[in-house]
């Protein structure tokens, strides 16, 4: 991390020329007589887009199907500048707010950051211009209703990405096509390569990728460009274990410009297929059952007259004044209220992301990754698991005794591999007669883990989205796996 210093000391040094704290007072007269000069021009624009927050839900319309979308890739390669355009270009947000971050943005020299000031709202994400926690917002196409999730792209904030992507149905990898920084992202220990194998793992089924910055002058929409990075980057994702022919879609786009976001573009006219958003609008629909057992695993909680959490609603369908327990600690509580994506509801299906207010449980009970279940049909918890795991990249070998921090759903706990069970053969298949007494890069075993509290897991056969795992150390994704099989505890 020390090549980071010298960066975050030169971006302090012009904020400072501006009087500490007192700007803002300074900007309001200013900002007041700009909005009154632009008055007229602006009313005329509104009148002709009029920007509802909140559309307006008839009663008989059919639910929309809810997407998430988590955009991942290298830092600065523009992930928060593509989801702040989208946002705008689908009406979520006005031009006003837009040309006020506009203007604030000018007067820090950031003026390219403006439109993902819409996702990375807080002060520190905007004054380096870099993304930290989870952003999210949501937008609606003709038939779907998404949700953004803005991934942080910077190498220490991958924990906050692992537990994006594991809300996510979709993902969205941004590349920068600009010369140099489309290498920096993909070469070892760049953070596009990660991404997308924690993608993989957090169960992103279907990839988008995103070439952005096509509009940069050393680019300029070159075809051969466009080519160069896709051929980098089709074997790679393969072997991470996506099919190019059907989970990938490559697409050229600006974020800045915002061509080929919503409509196709004539800078470039070898690009035949649909633009990005009538491209997500037109993907089938993934197949969810609501009739299956509640699962919500917990991102985050807080306390607002009452408990409430975050989640992902995974499998099953939640009811206002529904029972549900609180997994590992079996706690019962009761749902008082429901909100999806900010919108307050009696029921909701899989795939949507919830706010939910309980009864019955004091905020300091739960932790991220419990998991809200139905009485009926509990998930699994425990602390030993037999996993087939894949070592990516660790430069000695591991043994049996080896510690790691492991990433499953949104849980997040310390693990240690207690046995190695048998190699796997990559292209066969075949498990290894004798146990192995290492485990190196690129190969694959099948081991016994042991966490250090209990959480709840599910194997993969039976629910995918709680039986695949990440396993990290010292700031590296080091291993993905799934669980094979729940052992139970010997007392």
């Known amino acids: 991390m020390t090549t980071e210093e010298p960066w975050d000391q030169k971006e302090a040094e012009p904020n400072e020329e501006e009087p500490g704290g007192g700007s803002c007072g300074d900007r309001g007269p200013a900002v007041a007589a700009t909005t009154e000069e632009t008055a007229p021009e602006m009313m005329e624009e509104e009148e002709e887009t009029p920007a509802p927050k909140v559309p307006p839900t008839q009663p008989d319309a059919p639910k929309k199907e809810h997407i998430n979308v988590v955009f991942i890739g290298h830092v600065d390669a523009g992930k928060s500048t593509i989801g702040g355009q989208i946002m705008y270009l689908t009406g979520m ?3 006003r707010t837009l040309e006020k971050y506009e203007r604030e943005a000018k007067e820090k020299n950031r003026e390219t950051w403006y439109l993902s000031w819409a ?18 917002a949501y937008f609606e196409t ?12 910077h190498k220490s904030f991958v924990p906050n990405m692992i537990g994006g992507a594991s809300q996510a149905d979709l993902a969205v990898l941004v590349i920068s096509a600009r010369k140099g920084e489309f290498e920096t992202g993909f070469e070892k220990g760049g953070q596009t390569r990660e991404h997308a194998m924690l993608a993989k793992t957090a169960g992103v089924k279907h990839l988008i990728v995103l070439v952005n910055k096509m509009d940069d002058p050393t680019v300029n929409w070159s075809l051969e460009r466009y080519e160069e990075c896709k051929e980098k980057l089709v074997p790679f994702l393969k072997k991470v274990g996506f099919n190019p022919k059907k989970d ?36 089938p629909n993934f197949n ?41 600690n079996r706690h019962v509580v009761e749902v008082l209220s429901l909100l999806s994506d900010d919108v307050e509801t009696d029921d909701a299906g899989p795939g949507e992301n919830l706010k939910l207010r309980l009864k019955g449980i004091e905020e300091e009970e739960i932790l991220p ?76 075993c099948i081991a016994r883990l042991r966490t250090a509290g209990t959480i709840c897991l599910e ?6 989205q709680m039986g695949r795992f990440t396993l990290r150390d010292e700031g590296k994704t080091i291993a993905i796996g799934k669980v094979l099989k729940l052992v139970a505890e010997r007392d």
């Open 93 to 95: 947000v006005d031009k």
């Open 119 to 136: 996702l990375d709202t807080n002060q520190e994400e905007r004054d380096k211009g870099k993304t930290v926690e989870v952003g999210r």
């Open 142 to 153: 003709d038939k779907k209703h998404f949700t953004i999730l803005d991934a942080p792209g």
């Open 248 to 283: 990938i879609h490559f697409m050229p786009c600006s974020g800045l410009t915002g061509a080929n976001l919503k409509e196709s573009t004539d800078m470039c006219s070898w690009y035949t297929g649909l633009p990005f958003i009538p491209h997500l609008d037109s993907l």
């Open 288 to 328: 969810r059952s609501s009739d299956g057992p509640v699962r919500l695993p917990i991102v985050d909680k807080y306390k607002d007259m009452g408990t409430v959490i975050l989640g992902k609603l995974e499998s099953g369908s939640i009811s206002k004044a529904q029972q549900l327990v609180m997994m590992p």
């Open 369 to 444: 990754g419990f998991i809200l279940c139905n009485a009926e049909n509990l998930c699994h918890s425990g602390r030993t698991f037999d996993a087939q795991i894949v070592i990516i990249e660790h430069k000695s070998i591991i043994c049996p005794g080896y510690n790691a921090v492991l990433h499953i759903h949104t849980c997040i706990e310390e693990v240690q591999i207690t046995a190695l069970i048998c190699l796997v053969d990559k292209k066969t298949g075949e498990k290894s007669k004798t146990r192995p007494r290492f485990v190196k890069q690129d190969q694959v």
């Open 459 to 464: 194997t993969f056969k039976d629910f995918p």
